[in-house]
């Protein structure tokens, strides 16, 4: 299983950046799919969520109304659409799958495959 991450990089504060995770060797109908971040010196954070159909989302609330979760399942990719960004959104942005079929909001022990990660770096 492959998860790889792409579309970081530096941008001013207001800007935009999608970031991209390609999933390979698994069936990625079976898996929702979410992104966590974690800047240096901090603790692994949830930023979105995306069932696996793509009907549900979940965000959370630092990134809510700013970034956006989806899924192309034709692709195998799970996209992240960040507008408005923050100097605080500075940090490695991973994303994750998971088989758990539980709709609540799950922490990073719960998902079971990660990518690499991909670096935003937000200029003020």
């Known amino acids: 299983v492959q998860l790889v991450e792409s579309g970081g990089g530096l941008v001013q504060a207001g800007g935009s950046l999608r970031l991209s995770c390609a999933a390979s060797?698994?069936?990625?109908?079976?898996?929702?799919m979410a992104w966590f971040r974690q800047a240096p010196g901090k603790e692994r954070e949830f930023v979105a969520a995306?069932?696996?159909?793509?009907?549900?989302?979940d965000y959370s609330d630092s990134v809510k109304g700013r970034f956006t979760i989806a899924r192309d399942s034709a692709q195998s990719t799970v996209y992240l659409q960040m507008n408005s960004l923050k100097p605080e959104d500075t940090a490695s942005y991973s994303c994750?799958?998971?088989?758990?079929?539980?709709?609540?909001?799950?922490?990073?022990?719960?998902?079971?495959?990660w990518g690499q990660g991909t670096q935003v770096t937000v200029s003020s």
């Open positions: 994750a799958a998971t088989l758990t079929t539980r709709t609540e909001r799950l922490g990073h022990l719960e998902y079971q495959y």
């Open positions: 995306i069932s696996r159909n793509g009907g549900s989302t």
């Open positions: 060797g698994l069936f990625f109908n079976s898996y929702a």
